[in-house]
């Protein structure tokens, strides 16, 4: 079965320190994959897409097909980085199969 | 117009009312979408529809009817809803029924008593 992991419900970090929020996903075929954010009391938006590496405020992915693997990343965390992120890999229909999510808090 | 509009933004209803869920994009895609969300969980997928035809029903039970009118307008029509179906319901679009970019509306804040 098609399965995605991100690994940490919560993540914790200081202003200015590196982020990596984990994905793992299995999926047979090539895979196209979305990070989704939603910050509070905003709506879902796109983070960020493998196939035209779209992306805003800094963030990079990068796709490891041998670790089947997406994790995001930003050198240099922000306080309005706190957000939920969702790691969301295609099923086979071409729907989304949404992660657990990963809450991201940045101390100041 | 690039985004996706959500009416009404709470809803409170009875297990006996009768109401609609109303999502509207003026963005020209083709696909839309039903999602439920509750709280500190991902999205579930509940409905999709492909040029104006249901093309995905993640098995939701019959108390939830999703009609689409238009290529602009998806309606959730709600009947005889349980309290376990409180939650936010989110419409999306996309410019393709495939592995294209969904644009989310607000959503609506569903509380059946």
Request: a positive charge; aromatic letters at 10%.
């Amino acid at each position: 079965a098609q399965r995605v992991t991100q690994p940490e419900k919560l993540l914790s970090v200081f202003k200015g320190a590196p982020v990596e929020l984990k994905c793992n996903y299995s999926y047979s075929g090539s895979p196209e994959l979305f990070w989704y954010v939603q910050y509070s009391r905003q709506r879902l938006q796109l983070l960020l897409r493998h196939i035209s590496r779209e992306s805003i405020k800094g963030f990079t992915a990068d796709l490891n097909k041998g670790e089947t693997s997406f994790h995001l990343k930003k050198p240099f965390a922000q306080e309005e980085d706190s957000a939920m992120y969702y790691c969301a890999p295609p099923r086979s229909n071409y729907q989304l199969i949404w992660g657990a999510g990963t809450k991201l808090i940045i101390k100041p | 117009d690039t985004e996706v509009t959500q009416t009404p933004k709470h809803l409170v209803m009875g297990m006996t009312n009768k109401k609609s869920l109303k999502c509207e994009q003026h963005m020209g895609h083709r696909a839309m979408y039903w999602y439920k969300q509750k709280a500190k969980k991902p999205p579930e997928l509940m409905f999709v529809y492909s040029y104006e035809k249901l093309s995905i029903n993640e098995s939701v039970p019959s108390r939830f009817s999703p009609e689409c009118p238009n290529s602009s307008l998806l309606n959730l029509h709600l009947h005889a809803l349980q309290p376990e179906d409180s939650a936010l319901y989110l419409c999306a679009s996309s410019r393709e029924p495939s592995t294209d970019t969904q644009y989310f509306g607000p959503g609506t804040r569903l509380t059946v008593l």
